[in-house]
């Protein structure tokens, strides 16, 4: 089985920063992609940046130029570098990863974490 565990959420003031964390753990044997999304109160789960294992990364419109998406392999941790933060950017925020488990080769699951919020108003 496999753990998402998520921090680094808060209440920030517009213009402010936050950097989100999301360390996996288990039996894992690899990770392909790995993501943070998003989901405002009343509004469907969005996507809002994805890195793959060779280091490519996709962002939403909406927050390209001031949100940063980064792993470290080693640690399998994801990280997104939110700077510039607008109220509008106010979500639980969830990480997730697809997972190659050392039990289960060949086949990779989805995994989500618990979600982090963060809120940003004056």
């Known amino acids: 089985q496999v753990q998402l565990v998520e921090s680094g959420g808060d209440l920030v003031q517009p213009g402010g920063s936050l950097r989100l964390s999301c360390a996996a753990s288990?039996?894992?044997?690899?990770?392909?992609?790995m993501g943070w999304y998003r989901q405002a109160q009343g509004k469907q789960r969005e996507l809002v940046a994805l890195?793959?294992?060779?280091?490519?990364?996709d962002y939403a419109d909406s927050v390209k130029g001031r949100f940063t998406i980064s792993r470290d392999n080693a640690k399998n941790t994801v990280y997104l570098q939110m700077n510039s933060l607008k109220p509008e950017d106010t979500a639980v925020y969830y990480c997730?990863?697809?997972?190659?488990?050392?039990?289960?080769?060949?086949?990779?699951?989805?995994?989500w974490g618990q979600g982090t919020q963060v809120t940003v108003s004056s």
């Open positions: 997730n990863c697809n997972v190659q488990e050392t039990r289960r080769l060949g086949v990779f699951f989805s995994y």
């Open positions: 288990g039996s894992i044997f690899s990770i392909n992609a």
């Open positions: 890195v793959t294992s060779g280091g490519r990364t």
